[in-house]
Nanobody
Framework: QRQLVESGGGLVQPGGSLRLSCAASGFTSDFLAVAWFRQAPGKEREGVSCISRSGTVTNYGDPVKGRFTVSRDNTKKTVHLIMNNMKPEDTAVYYC????????????????????WGQGIQVTVSS
């Protein structure tokens, strides 16, 4: 069964850091392009970051550029999102999403592009 499981969420103070992880099972992970999305209460889901199956192409939404970093470890079938200098407006449920692709450099931040989704994990930034 193909599955994505997020971990690492929680409560952090403004200016602090968190690392989210997305573990894939049931996939051949080096054929996966992966993205992170988030959804805050009352707001639409927005793209946070994406990483190509090769790991050489990454992209970030404007609100997180310079603060968040995405990376992947295909040996462990895991994608990480390191979030630094966090702000209250980063508070949301974060989702990882994946699609199997033969394109080495595919990196999209549009949610309809993805076939597989994790269950989501809460991230709260508050003092």
């Amino acid at each position: 069964q193909r599955q994505l499981v997020e971990s690492g969420g929680g409560l952090v103070q403004p200016g602090g850091s968190l690392r989210l992880s997305c573990a894939a099972s049931g996939f051949t992970s080096d054929f996966l392009a992966v993205a992170w999305f988030r959804q805050a209460p009352g707001k639409e889901r927005e793209g946070v970051s994406c990483i190509s199956r090769s790991g050489t192409v990454t992209n970030y939404g404007d609100p997180v550029k310079g603060r968040f970093t995405v990376s992947r470890d295909n040996t462990k079938k895991t994608v990480h999102l390191i979030m630094n200098n966090m702000k209250p407006e980063d508070t949301a449920v974060y989702y990882c999403a994946a699609i199997t692709t033969t394109a080495q450099d595919m990196c999209l931040m549009t949610s309809p592009s993805y076939d597989y989704w994790g269950q989501g994990i809460q991230v709260t930034v508050s003092s």
